[in-house]
Nanobody
Framework: QVLLVESGGGLVQAGGSMRLSCAAS????????MGWFRQRPGKEREFVAA????????YYADSVKGRSTISRDNAKNTLYLQMNSLKAEDTADYYC????????????????????WGQGTQVTVSS
């Protein structure tokens, strides 16, 4: 079955950097758009970044644009999120997601646009 497993979360200092990974299996990873979302307690899941099937087109939320990079290695079935200049407000559970339904366009920014989700990885930014 489809499985997405995030890793790389933990405690980081404000101003520091982190790199999250999402290992995918059970579907043709290389053929589908992927996304990163985050969620804080009592808040709706928030879009962070999206990437098309090949990795050639990316899109970012305004809150992370300029200090984040979403990428993928289709040969390794792995999605990445690099974030720099971390802020306290970046503290959240981070989730990767896959869009496997048919689509047009390059990316999706709504939670309902995605079909499969990982369990999440906790990121805590201390300040």
């Amino acid at each position: 079955q489809v499985l997405l497993v995030e890793s790389g979360g933990g405690l980081v200092q404000a101003g520091g950097s982190m790199r999250l990974s999402c290992a995918a299996s059970g579907f043709s990873f290389r053929d589908y758009p992927m996304g990163w979302f985050r969620q804080r307690p009592g808040k709706e899941r928030e879009f962070v970044a999206a990437i098309n099937y090949s990795g050639g087109v990316t899109y970012y939320a305004d809150s992370v644009k300029g200090r984040s990079t979403i990428s993928r290695d289709n040969a390794k079935n792995t999605l990445y999120l690099q974030m720099n200049s971390l802020k306290a407000e970046d503290t959240a559970d981070y989730y990767c997601a896959a869009r496997t339904r048919s689509y047009s366009g390059y990316y999706f920014s709504q939670s309902t646009d995605y079909d499969y989700w990982g369990q999440g990885t906790q990121v805590t930014v201390s300040s």
